[in-house]
């Protein structure tokens, strides 16, 4: 199938507040890639969800999302504030953001669809 070019991209980001949101957030973010044409999928975490980045239990899940493109986004405020260090984190499966808040506003300037965990 031939892919739009980026202008023609469907964008959405998930917003993942808390650690108890990933087991939810995973299978519908799955189901949106596979029913989706064309969609570019941003996950940001921020609050006690960056935890995540400790968690081994969803990494297979995780590894897969971002195998199909998805980016998973973690805030550095949130990171700092749970005491997670930058080099704690798998950089295979994260990428730091300084701000949440800030990401979620710019993004959504952008165009993107935002879908609350």
């Known amino acids: 199938m031939k892919k739009r070019s980026n202008l023609m991209l469907k964008r959405a980001i998930f917003h993942v507040h808390e650690m108890k949101e990933w087991e939810n957030i995973l299978p519908t973010i799955q189901n949106a890639l596979n029913d989706v044409e064309d969609l570019q999928v941003i996950v940001l975490a921020n609050g006690r969800?960056?935890?995540?980045?400790?968690?081994?239990?969803?990494?297979?899940?995780?590894?897969?999302?971002?195998?199909?493109?998805?980016?998973?986004?973690?805030?550095?405020?949130?990171?700092?504030?749970?005491?997670?260090?930058?080099?704690?984190?798998?950089?295979?499966?994260?990428?730091?953001?300084?701000?949440?808040?800030?990401?979620?506003?710019?993004?959504?300037?952008?165009?993107?669809?935002?879908?609350?965990?």
């Open 49 to 117: 969800a960056v935890r995540i980045a400790l968690r081994e239990a969803h990494y297979q899940d995780l590894e897969k999302l971002v195998k199909q493109g998805v980016t998973i986004e973690l805030c550095q405020h949130a990171l700092q504030a749970q005491g997670i260090d930058l080099e704690m984190l798998n950089n295979h499966l994260f990428t730091p953001v300084t701000s949440g808040i800030a990401e979620l506003i710019n993004r959504q300037h952008d165009g993107y669809a935002y879908i609350r965990a």
